[in-house]
């Protein structure tokens, strides 16, 4: 990789200090999406115990 093509992790690193709190607020959002996400998989297939 050579210096004039800059990683896709430099630029939105780049990018991110640029657009400071929109881009924090943003992603805390996905964050949140994300993990709202997972819990749900996780609950719909939860197993069902016998008993419990």
């Given at each position: 990789m050579t210096e004039e093509?800059?990683?896709f992790t430099k630029l939105a690193m780049?990018?991110?200090v640029?657009?400071?709190?929109l881009s924090l607020?943003?992603?805390?959002?996905?964050a949140l999406g994300f993990v709202?996400?997972?819990?749900?998989v996780a609950w719909?297939?939860?197993p069902?115990?016998?008993?419990a």
């Amino acid at each position: 990789m050579t210096e004039e093509n800059p990683s896709f992790t430099k630029l939105a690193m780049r990018n991110m200090v640029r657009k400071g709190k929109l881009s924090l607020l943003h992603f805390g959002l996905t964050a949140l999406g994300f993990v709202g996400f997972i819990v749900l998989v996780a609950w719909l297939g939860r197993p069902q115990l016998p008993g419990a």
